[in-house]
């Protein structure tokens, strides 16, 4: 079974700032995405960032970018310069090649202030 | 990236009737689509995943006779919650994927549902 684990309920970083979410993760399996949502206040899920295990370089869009650590089975959503418009839930997932599922962690509140 | 829909956003309805929440590819076919549920504070819970044409695959615990899913077309998947009860009010969120096997999945805008 797969499983993911966000450690921090809630984080408050300055604007501007650079900020980590911690995202670890537990499968069996050899081919699996990882994947980083954003949820605002809204509700809806904007797809940020997405990283394959066989990658070799961590993935990167624009201000965000994933620190994949295989061998530790971490996937940390790096967001540099912050904004107050960052200030959201944020979701970790992963996705098993040939399942289709998504598994979500429990999620990080992320408060960005001026 | 790709655009899901999803209506009404917001839904109150009486105890003991029917609601339906339509999820709708807009610029794509979407052969899969997955209907989540979402508590307060809390992450995303998968109840379902539709195929185009063929039944949906609910998770375990979810109740199929309550919570009918219907994936009549490439482009539009339903959920609908029969003999709504309190204890039904939730955000309700739809995803879909391009293709059967791609996980990559767009979310709609979800739906919060309350009960009466």
């Known amino acids: 079974a797969q499983k993911i684990t966000q450690t921090q309920p809630g984080m408050f970083v300055q604007e501007k700032e650079a900020v980590t979410l911690d995202c670890t993760y537990d499968?069996?399996?050899?081919?699996?995405?990882l994947f980083w949502y954003k949820q605002p206040s809204s509700g809806e899920m904007i797809f940020l960032i997405y990283q394959g295990s066989y990658d070799e370089q961590n993935a990167t869009e624009g201000r965000y970018s994933l620190n994949f650590q295989k061998a530790r089975k971490s996937a940390n959503l790096v967001i540099s310069a912050s904004q107050l418009g960052d200030s959201a839930m944020y979701f970790c997932a992963m996705g098993v090649q040939g399942a289709q599922k998504l598994v979500f962690g429990q999620g990080t509140r992320l408060t960005i202030n001026p | 990236g790709a655009v899901v829909s999803q209506h009404p956003s917001r839904v109150i309805c009486k105890s003991g009737t029917s609601v339906k929440i339509e999820c709708r590819s807009l610029d794509f076919q979407a052969t899969t689509m997955f209907w989540y549920r979402q508590f307060p504070k809390k992450s995303l819970m998968l109840m379902a995943t539709?195929?185009?044409?063929?039944?949906?695959?609910?998770e375990q615990g979810v109740e199929k006779d309550k919570f009918l899913i219907n994936h009549a077309s490439l482009t539009l998947s339903t959920l609908t919650v029969t003999s709504a009860h309190p204890e039904d009010s939730s955000f309700y969120i739809c995803?879909?994927?391009?293709?059967?096997?791609?996980?990559?999945?767009?979310f709609g805008q979800g739906t919060r549902l309350t009960v009466v």
């Open positions: 539709s195929n185009e044409g063929s039944k949906a695959t609910y």
């Open positions: 995803s879909a994927s391009q293709a059967r096997g791609q996980v990559l999945a767009f």
């Open positions: 499968t069996s399996d050899q081919s699996y995405g």
